[in-house]
């Protein structure tokens, strides 16, 4: 059974740093492509930033660009996400999702193709 487990979620003021992590389990993660999505209040889910298998290719929402580091270690099966320079329009939370189809990647993310998430965790950027 597939389990994606984040943690590293918290309270931050505008201008701080949080590292989320996922642990993964259930599948073989290096064969997967991995991402990032959020649902802030009130919101529609949104896409964040994703990472082919071998963790070479990144993208990413313009809105994190250059703030928002997505990375993965295959041997340990975890996936991160480093947020600096955090905005009060960061405050969400935060979903790993795993691509349903091993080997696959496309730059432009389909929410179809990452169907499986784990339960989550919360930024909260306020000051």
């Known amino acids: 059974e597939v389990h994606l487990v984040e943690s590293g979620g918290g309270l931050v003021q505008p201008g701080g740093s949080l590292r989320l992590s996922c642990q993964a389990s259930g599948f073989v993660f290096g064969n997967h492509a991995m991402g990032w999505v959020r649902r802030a209040p009130g919101q529609e889910v949104e896409w964040v930033s994703h990472?082919?298998?071998?963790?070479?290719?990144?993208y990413y929402q313009d809105s994190v660009k250059g703030r928002f580091t997505i990375s993965r270690d295959n041997a340990k099966n975890m996936l991160y996400l480093q947020l600096n320079n955090l905005e009060t329009e960061d405050t969400a939370m935060y979903y790993c999702?795993?691509?349903?189809?091993?080997?696959?990647?496309?730059?432009?993310?389909?929410?179809?193709?990452?169907?499986?998430w784990g339960q989550g965790t919360q930024v909260t950027v306020s000051s």
């Open positions: 990472i082919n298998s071998a963790g070479k290719r990144m």
């Open positions: 999702a795993k691509c349903e189809r091993p080997y696959y990647f496309d730059r432009t993310w389909f929410p179809g193709d990452y169907k499986t």
